[in-house]
């Protein structure tokens, strides 16, 4: 299972480290995704990350403002929010590739909500 | 990176076979075989229905079925049920290296 946490309510131009743990689940052999939903609407790819770490890809609208990392040694993934907007405010799912060259998702963790608001 | 495109709604009764499309351009779903769809009921994470436009993940019925012609790809639920009633979303690889969803279908059951 993945089990994200670390959301909440934040500031507009604030900062936010959202993490992904994984029981009973590897997650260093495979690339890790961070995907998002705005409340109503539909889901938004966020980021990847390589199985090792190096390599890093980011949807345009999160670039230089949102950086994902991984521990394989504590199985888990973080994505780090910067300069926060009112637009980012959404439920936050990680999300593992179920094999090495796979490019879909699954599984999923249940969600973090982020709420952006003065 | 402009969202995939796909009818905001389809619906059919019972027992019916109802095709929703994705439809982007040659630097995604043209692009690859590396098309995927998802289920969502409200309040849950999205469930893979299909993977690489076609391959069905183990445990998913066989009454959902995968295609793709140019730049548009296709999701058939066939003998449609109550508990198919949820959104639909597709989603692709692109050119670089990044994914992209689609806008998402919410399918009725009348």
């Known amino acids: 299972q993945l089990v994200e946490s670390g959301g909440g309510v934040v500031q507009p131009g604030r900062s936010l480290r959202l993490s992904c743990a994984a029981s009973?689940?590897?997650?260093?052999?495979?690339?890790m995704h961070w995907v998002r939903q705005a409340p109503g609407k539909g889901l938004e790819w966020v980021a990847v990350?390589?199985?090792?770490?190096?390599?890093?890809y980011y949807a345009d609208f999160v670039k230089g403002r949102f950086t994902i990392s991984r521990d394989n040694s504590k199985n888990t993934v973080s994505l780090e929010m910067n300069s926060l907007r009112a637009e980012d405010t959404a439920v936050y799912y990680c999300?593992?590739?179920?094999?090495?060259?796979?490019?879909?998702?699954?599984?999923w963790g249940q969600g973090t909500l982020v709420t952006v608001s003065s | 990176q402009s969202a995939l495109t796909q009818p905001a709604s389809v619906s059919g009764s019972p027992g019916q076979s109802i095709t929703i499309s994705c439809t982007g351009t040659?630097?995604?779903?043209?692009?690859?075989?590396?098309v995927s769809w998802y289920q969502q009921h409200p309040g849950k994470a999205p469930k893979p229905l299909i993977s690489?436009?076609?391959i069905r993940p183990s445990g998913v019925s066989n009454r959902f079925s995968g295609s793709k012609s140019g730049n548009t790809a296709s999701l058939t639920i066939s003998g449609l049920q109550a508990g198919d009633e949820a959104d639909y979303y597709c989603?692709?690889?692109?050119?670089?290296?990044?994914?992209?969803f689609g806008t998402g279908t919410k399918v009725t059951v009348l």
């Open positions: 999300a593992r590739a179920p094999c090495g060259d796979c490019t879909w998702f699954d599984p």
């Open positions: 009973r689940l590897i997650l260093s052999r495979y690339d």
């Open positions: 990350t390589s199985f090792d770490g190096n390599k890093k």
């Open positions: 040659s630097s995604d779903v043209g692009g690859y075989n590396y």
């Open positions: 690489d436009v076609s």
């Open positions: 989603s692709s690889y692109t050119s670089s290296s990044t994914y992209v």
